[in-house]
């Protein structure tokens, strides 16, 4: 199936801990993004990463650093876990990020999301 | 204070009946607002997008409508069924990098 998926489903982990959150696209889009969604239901964006730059939103900790091995992944990882880190967090990806000349915005698409509860 | 505000919070309507949820935003400049409907425990899957130029584009039985001059969208859904439940995000992007995402509105469609 032509989608994004987000590996591990579930995390569940202790305080202090390092983890990762893998993502893959096999839409062939050159552009990916995280999200956090927190218990509101807000959903954040925390970093748009394609393979000429990468977006961090100042708002969020140098605990969290994206990697990406190749264009069809951007994984999350995440230092020194903190309760408030407790989240769900998804992955997207677009063809690029500008509007084009007719003025369509390109479309994300988004993965299941990864539940982390950090105890 | 959040720049994209949505309403009602949470809305129940029953099965084949219509509704309509607003989003309100503040965001400055504009460059384009797109819905998504988040199922439960699934990511957001987009619905519309709508540039300044557009002022309302349909999806099947949804319409989304948007007057940039008063920074206001409407998502409106036609003859609703049990899998309209979701929850719709209002989402307004103020430029290259900037998305701004409203809290969402919660629907639940009723037999």
């Known amino acids: 199936d032509t989608a994004v998926s987000q590996t591990p489903k579930y995390l569940v982990t202790q305080m202090g801990n390092d983890k990762s959150i893998k993502c893959e696209q096999n839409l062939g889009h050159d552009t990916m993004y995280w999200y956090k969604q927190d218990s509101k239901k807000f959903l954040k964006i925390m970093f748009s990463y394609n393979n000429k730059e990468l977006i961090i939103n100042e708002t969020v900790p140098n605990r969290f650093s994206p990697k990406s091995p190749d264009k069809a992944h951007l994984n999350l990882h995440i230092n020194s876990l903190e309760l408030g880190d407790s989240a769900v967090y998804f992955c997207a990806s677009s063809q690029g990020m500008r509007i084009s000349t007719s003025g369509v915005s390109e479309t994300q698409y988004f993965g299941p999301g990864t539940r982390l509860l950090v105890l | 204070k959040n720049q994209v505000e949505q309403s009602p919070q949470s809305l129940i309507i029953l099965e084949g009946k219509n509704c309509t949820l607003q989003?309100?935003?503040?965001?400055?400049?504009?460059?384009?607002l797109r819905w998504y409907k988040q199922d439960t425990g699934r990511g957001p899957v987009s619905l519309t997008i709508?540039?300044?130029?557009?002022n309302t584009k349909s999806n099947g039985r949804y319409t989304a409508t948007l007057d940039a001059d008063t920074k206001q969208s409407s998502l409106h859904i036609t003859a609703s069924q049990l899998s309209d439940s979701a929850s719709y995000i209002c989402v307004v992007s103020g430029g290259e990098h900037d998305m701004r995402f409203g809290a969402g509105t919660r629907l639940t469609v009723k037999p």
């Open positions: 709508m540039t300044f130029s557009e």
């Open positions: 989003c309100n935003y503040t965001v400055s400049p504009f460059s384009n």
